[in-house]
């Protein structure tokens, strides 16, 4: 499977973004896809991951729960996050990722394939 990630930019405090994850391979449908991103000189954090299939489960992290919004379209092999009332702490590359299998989606290290990443950049 390979990810394109895109739709990061620069935005004001306040506004928001839709990040895209395009998925190319064999059976997007199957994977858990995940959503997370780096700031300079920090580590990778988890922000949200939705489960396979359907999508009937979804999880956040604290620090975006109630401002962003994970999805996915099966149909168009793509997986979404929409990011509103975005913070200048939001600035950050964000990678999508997709994971096989059963395990804590919310683990950087249970995902087998990671898109290039998107800046997001938000400006106060």
């Known amino acids: 499977v390979q990810l394109q990630a895109s739709g990061g930019g620069l935005v004001q405090a306040g506004g928001s973004l839709r990040l895209s994850c395009a998925a190319s391979g064999r059976s997007f449908g199957s994977y858990a896809m995940g959503w997370f991103r780096q700031a300079p000189g920090k580590e990778r954090d988890f922000l949200s991951a939705i489960s396979p299939r359907s999508g009937v489960i979804t999880q956040y992290a604290e620090s975006v729960k109630g401002r962003f919004t994970i999805s996915r379209d099966n149909a168009k092999n793509t997986a979404y996050l929409q990011m509103n009332s975005l913070k200048p702490e939001d600035t950050a590359v964000y990678y999508c990722?997709?994971?096989?299998?059963?395990?804590?989606?919310?683990?950087?290290?249970?995902?087998?394939?990671w898109g290039q990443g998107t800046l997001v950049t938000v400006s106060s």
């Open positions: 990722a997709a994971k096989d299998g059963f395990g804590d989606m919310r683990r950087a290290y249970e995902y087998d394939y």
